[in-house]
């Protein structure tokens, strides 16, 4: 963020929203994962993305309830293998 913020600091608040879109949307080295998908068990849609010709995989959806149990199986899921990664992560720098 500070490569964006002139020196007087006090145009912080134009560049807060893309950073944190940034880092919302990238791989995070420990975890393999957006932040954003381990929170939401789904990544952001960008427009990037359809640049890209990469569209996102939409599912069809059922009762709320279908939904529900499919989105916490899947946060369950992903937090279960992020913390065997951070274990993972963890031993080899100990190492």
């Known amino acids: 963020m ?14 807060i929203s893309l950073y944190l879109l940034a880092y919302r ?19 952001l ?8 010709d990469n569209p996102s995989k939409t599912e069809e959806v059922g009762s709320l ?3 529900l149990g499919k989105v916490k199986r899947k946060l369950e899921e992903i937090h279960e293998g ?10 080899q720098t100990k190492t």
């Open 2 to 15: 500070a490569k964006f913020i002139f020196e007087n600091q006090k145009d912080w608040n134009r560049w």
């Open 25 to 43: 949307s990238s791989k995070h080295e420990t975890t393999g994962m957006t932040p954003t998908e381990v929170y939401f068990a789904q990544d």
């Open 45 to 52: 849609h960008l427009l990037t993305d359809l640049l890209r």
């Open 65 to 67: 309830e279908d939904y």
């Open 82 to 91: 992020v913390r065997k990664q951070v274990d993972i992560k963890s031993s």
